[in-house]
């Protein structure tokens, strides 16, 4: 018997590799089976992935423009009703949406997704209950999709703002008009020309015409809530507003673009395009196309009998863009409802989110200055890349700060036509000053520091008796400045600001919360007042007295100084009295 050991006989390696394989699959089957039954459990069944792509539009294209509507809202009707005048004087058939109620923001959580912030179901629901109107009118859904057009406003950033497109089109979709056009106006970055391709075009008599539309219908707006609750006779400030803002629209509707001459034209060859650029800015800057129609609407106005002796809290507007412009079931009437409480509202001009918005670029070509060139600036001794990353720099901001000075000098043309009676701009770096110690400056997002730094800047230098701030229920950006705020109102004791959140209802508890806070601002203004009466000498007889002997004080036009330290108009009108007795002016 033989006694040598048992030697197994080698497996060759290709094997091993091939059972080892064959172990692992297994063992990745019997994973991948119970990570399915997991799943299935616990409701997480996989599903096929579709990545979102933007549908594609059919163009709005310049032969449709004859036959086809340009459908825009969300601001004033005053605002819109410019707006309506400058589109048609340039050519474009266009109709202002009506300003959204409760019906289109219940129309827009209808059709909509759920979790969107009330602007947005307002908006929304308001296109689609425009576009029902039609249909019950008797147009089919396809020609309302062939003959009409939306332009709106659109953004990135930390808000729902920036889904308002895509809210549009689902909601447009689920209503049944599916493939309405929307063309969408980006905030950074302009108009899509693939999307409006030539039907709309952005080109500077565009913008030159929209930009007078919407800064005289701000100066006439706040005109209007300036001399409303004092007028003598109720409801004719309205009278006055509803027939200039019929004479105003037919002039921007004749208004006609400036182009240079064909004549002249010949004799520049090449340069004619960059000459006519040149020459519309002129004409813009020294022309004088709308101030002889805005003198006769400040002559309009001037005819109103004012008895600025009324003691008024005024009431400043700020908040979210949109909740703090429209007038209607979006900010609960909320304007209305405080000149019914006795209130004179401050109301926002759009020009100062213009002017933000200018001033924001500015602040990022700040930021990123030589980032273009490098993330590390190049050392001292290298002079020729500095100078250059400085001239590129100095370029960019240099436009914006012409862009800046004229936006501004156009719209303080238009505040000094009318005497006085509406307010500069503020001044964006003063606000950035106020504003940046409490909230980043550098923070995007709805208003930004803005809500911050107004809140300082009107109650802090006697421009108003209350800030009241209006924004969307859940508004993120809003949100955060509430939180600010609270280390505004205990830095600033004397300072009355009160937040409302709006949605579609809840309009009770928000018109009860304001009435609260304006009983103390009325308070305030009330014993501002009667403070002036005894540091004059006088009672408010006299003054009715002095005011009936110089009629001129009942013009809303006379310009009544604004004293450092008094808020109110009545108060500000008998430091005015005593100062006018004391010259011997009586």
């Known amino acids: 018997m033989s006694t040598q050991p048992f030697e197994p006989k080698p ?5 091993l590799i091939q059972i080892g394989a064959g172990i692992e699959d297994v063992i990745q089957k019997r994973l991948a089976e119970e990570r399915a039954r997991l799943e299935r459990e ?22 449709e423009r004859g036959h086809t509507t340009l459908l825009f809202g969300g601001l004033t009707w005053k605002h819109e009703k410019l707006v309506h005048g ?27 997704n759920n979790g969107q912030c009330n602007p947005t179901y307002f908006t929304v629901g308001n296109l689609v209950q425009y576009l029902q109107s039609l249909e019950e009118q008797g147009l089919t859904k396809q020609e309302i999709i062939d003959r009409y057009v939306f332009f709106t406003a659109g953004a990135c950033g930390p808000c729902r703002f920036g889904m308002y497109e895509a809210e549009y089109r689902l909601a447009l979709r689920n209503a049944g008009f ?17 999307d409006a391709e030539a039907g709309l075009e952005m080109n500077l008599d565009f913008f030159l015409g929209i930009l007078n539309a919407l800064n ?18 109720a409801g004719e400030t309205d009278g006055k507003l509803d027939a200039m803002m019929d004479y105003l629209h037919e002039v921007f509707r004749k208004k006609q673009p400036w182009k240079m ?63 703090q412009t429209t007038e209607g079931d979006g900010n609960f009437n909320m304007f209305h409802f405080l000149q019914r409480e ?31 060139e490098g993330a590390v600036l190049p050392p001292l001794w290298r002079v020729d890349k500095r100078a250059k990353i400085e001239w590129n720099f100095c370029q960019k901001v240099a436009k914006l700060k012409l862009a800046e000075a004229i936006f501004k000098n156009e719209y303080h043309k238009i505040v000094d036509t009318f005497d006085g009676v509406a307010h500069h701009l503020a001044d964006q770096y003063e606000l950035q000053r106020l504003g940046h110690p409490f909230y980043n400056s550098r923070a995007g997002g ?9 809140n300082i800047c009107y109650s802090n230098k006697d421009l108003a008796h209350m800030v009241l701030s209006v924004k969307p229920f859940g508004c993120m950006p809003s949100t955060q400045s509430d939180g600010a705020q609270s280390a505004v109102v205990s830095n600033y004791k004397e300072m009355i600001y009160l937040p409302i959140e709006t949605s579609g209802e809840g309009e009770i508890n928000a018109h009860s919360r304001v009435q609260m806070a304006l009983g103390e601002a009325r308070s305030k203004a009330k014993k501002e007042f009667a403070e002036c009466l005894q540091r004059t000498g006088l009672t408010l007889d006299q003054c009715r007295g002095y005011v009936d002997a110089h009629p001129e004080l009942k013009r809303p036009m006379y310009h009544v100084p604004h004293t450092q330290g008094v808020v109110g108009v009545a108060a500000n009108l008998v430091l005015h009295i005593a100062d006018r007795m004391r010259q011997g002016n009586n």
């Not at 616990?42 to 032969?63: I, N, Q, S, Y």
């Not at 400058?86 to 109620?101: F, K, Q, S």
């Not at 599916?178 to 693939?194: A, E, I, N, T």
Request: proline share 5%.
């Open 216 to 233: 005289c219908g701000d100066v006439l707006n706040e005109a209007a809530y300036a001399i409303r609750p004092y007028e003598v006779v």
């Open 261 to 323: 001459g064909d004549e002249l034209g010949k004799y520049l060859g090449g340069f004619k395009d960059t000459a006519e650029y040149i020459g519309k800015f002129v004409n813009q800057l020294k022309g004088e196309d709308y101030l002889p129609a805005l003198r006769r609407c400040r002559d309009m106005f001037d005819e109103v009998e004012v008895d600025r002796l009324r003691v008024k809290p005024i009431v400043k507007i700020t908040g979210e863009f949109w909740a």
């Open 86 to 112: 400058a589109l048609e004087g340039l050519g474009y058939r266009a109709e202002a949406v009506p300003t959204p109620n409760v019906k289109a923001f219940q129309t827009g959580k209808e059709y909509g």
């Open 178 to 194: 599916d493939g309405f056009r929307v063309l969408l106006f980006q905030q950074s970055g302009g108009l899509s020309q693939s």
């Open 446 to 454: 709805g208003e930004g520091h803005l809500e911050v730094a107004k």
């Open 42 to 63: 616990a409701g997480l069944a996989k599903r096929e992935m579709h990545p979102f792509k933007r549908p594609v539009e059919r163009p709005f294209t310049r032969d």
């Open 342 to 372: 006795g209130a004179q509202v401050l109301v926002e001009p759009i020009g100062t989110w213009i002017m933000y918005m200018l001033h924001q670029v500015v602040q990022k070509y700040r930021d990123l200055k030589g980032l273009d």
């Open 11 to 15: 497996v060759p390696s290709a094997g």
